[in-house]
């Protein structure tokens, strides 16, 4: 068992403030989402970026900017050595991992805080056993939550990977063990396919996690994608601010999110968050954690992995629970205790919606590169946006093609669906596709309009 109630290892005191420096150490939305946070919370920032984001929008809005070099991932936002030489010259007492790239390496936690800074986020062995995702599920189906058939990490031969496959039953899906954001999830349906999607698995996570490592799991067909997220203070404090719905995916990967989960029973949805906190609690768990679940009518909910890092889709629960998660998440980096955060689970407020405006082609998904002629981004009442891009900036083939987050709040779910699609209609993007166009066909889709949503509803949008 990684840890006990009670054996946190962050440090304790009154949490942060003005005497401290953040360091984001990432790209994109994500950044002048953290900016907003710490600012809220009267903390410096400084910021990295690589030579394909030296015109980042947000690089205005910090104290202080480190190059860190290369365009590829590998040479800027996956070099830990770079990393922290950007954090030691900006004074910084704490490091924001951002999600993706380093956000979920225990070695990139250990060398944050052997250099005598604030690892914002879970400490290293819970990103060890909840960041592995096979050792995740060990776990967690150790502590009673129903899994899915699935291997353990593969070698090198291909014999045992079909041995694996077989063994599981195809279809299977093959996924990184490390990492997450649906990158490098792959459907294989027979054994040639198989062969074919462990090469790209393997390429696709080196590439963006720093590890090639992978794994098997069944592929359910057609399920619902529902997730918690959880707060946990590694002192046996824990709570469930709500659930989302992510069951809107194109190639794995979420393009619409919702809070709260449509047409499921409310109790049951309550009562599990309300369980997957105690487990958390129980085991001693700190910081941000987001268990996700599959759920089919037949079989109810499974367990699938838990996320140790902030979620591109935090702020739906945000907008639906008043509650500030990237604040929480660095209070509790700096050891405050749950119960001074949140003292207990927040009413639900509404519905919330958010759409990830991808550059890419509507119809095929295949990214888009190009320079943003053009883009404006609305900001209507009850909609917010994050976008690490400006006016005359260039999308790059280096990195995912996320180019903003449109989040909508409403009373009901048709007033939050409504106001995003409003919100949708005003964005202008020139030199590049993006998504748009699905987008709001899903929004006005007759079954997503019901919430009756799965993972397959993409395809059927545009078979519409």
């Not at 900016?35 to 910021?47: F, K, N, P, Q, T």
């Not at 462990?198 to 399920?223: K, V």
């Not at 995916?249 to 009562?271: C, D, Y």
């Not at 902030?310 to 500030?324: C, F, K, N, R, S």
Request: aromatic share 6%; with cysteine.
């Amino acid at each position: 068992m990684p840890g006990n109630p009670g054996t946190s290892d962050h440090p304790s005191g009154v949490g942060p403030g003005p005497g401290d420096t953040v360091l984001i150490a990432n790209r994109g939305a994500v950044v002048p989402r953290v900016i907003e946070s710490c600012r809220a919370l009267g903390m410096r920032v400084a910021v990295v970026h690589s030579d394909a984001d030296a015109a980042a929008s947000y690089l205005d809005q910090a104290d202080s900017v480190h190059a860190i070099g290369g365009e590829a991932p590998a040479d800027s936002y996956l070099s830990i050595p770079k990393l922290l030489d950007a954090a030691s010259a900006a004074g910084a007492t704490a490091i924001h991992p951002g999600y993706g790239f380093l956000s979920e390496n225990p070695d990139f936690a250990g060398a944050v805080r052997s250099a005598g800074m604030v690892f914002i986020g879970p400490d290293a062995r819970w990103l060890k056993a909840m960041g592995h995702k096979t050792e995740a599920r060990h776990l967690m189906a150790a502590e009673g939550m129903p899994t899915g058939p699935s291997s353990g990490v593969l070698g090198d031969d291909p014999a045992e990977a079909r041995a694996a496959a077989a063994a599981i039953g195809f279809p299977v899906l093959v996924k990184p063990a490390e990492g997450g954001g649906g990158i490098g999830m792959l459907a294989a349906r027979d054994p040639a396919e198989l062969d074919k999607a462990i090469d790209r698995a393997r390429t696709m996570a080196a590439r963006s996690f720093g590890s090639a490592q992978i794994y098997l799991e069944r592929l359910m067909e057609r399920p619902r994608h529902v997730e918690f997220q959880i707060l946990a203070d590694g002192r046996g404090g824990a709570i469930c601010l709500s659930e989302r719905d992510c069951s809107v995916q194109r190639r794995h990967q979420k393009v619409i999110e919702e809070a709260v989960a449509p047409g499921l029973n409310r109790a049951e949805v309550t009562a599990l968050g309300a369980r997957l906190a105690g487990i958390l609690g129980r085991l001693g768990y700190d910081n941000l954690g987001t268990v996700e679940m599959l759920w089919d009518r037949e079989v109810g909910f499974a367990f699938l992995e838990v996320n140790t890092r902030l979620q591109v889709e935090h702020a739906v629960t945000e907008a639906v629970t008043g509650v500030d998660i990237v604040a929480a998440q660095i209070r509790l980096a700096y050891g405050e205790v749950l119960d001074r955060i949140v003292p207990q689970p927040p009413a639900i407020n509404g519905h919330a919606v958010q759409a990830r405006i991808y550059a890419e082609d509507p119809v095929r998904f295949l990214p888009s590169v190009g320079v943003l002629n053009r883009f404006r981004l609305p900001r209507p009442d009850g909609v917010r946006i994050y976008s690490g891009y400006c006016e005359g900036g260039r999308v790059t083939p280096f990195y995912d093609p996320l180019v903003a987050k449109v989040i909508a709040h409403g009373e009901t779910r048709d007033a939050a669906l409504d106001r995003l699609d409003a919100a949708l209609a005003g964005v202008e993007i020139e030199g590049i596709k993006t998504n748009i166009p699905f987008l709001r066909r899903a929004l006005a889709h007759p079954a997503f309009r019901r919430g009756q949503v799965h993972t397959g509803l993409a395809a059927d949008i545009l078979a519409a």
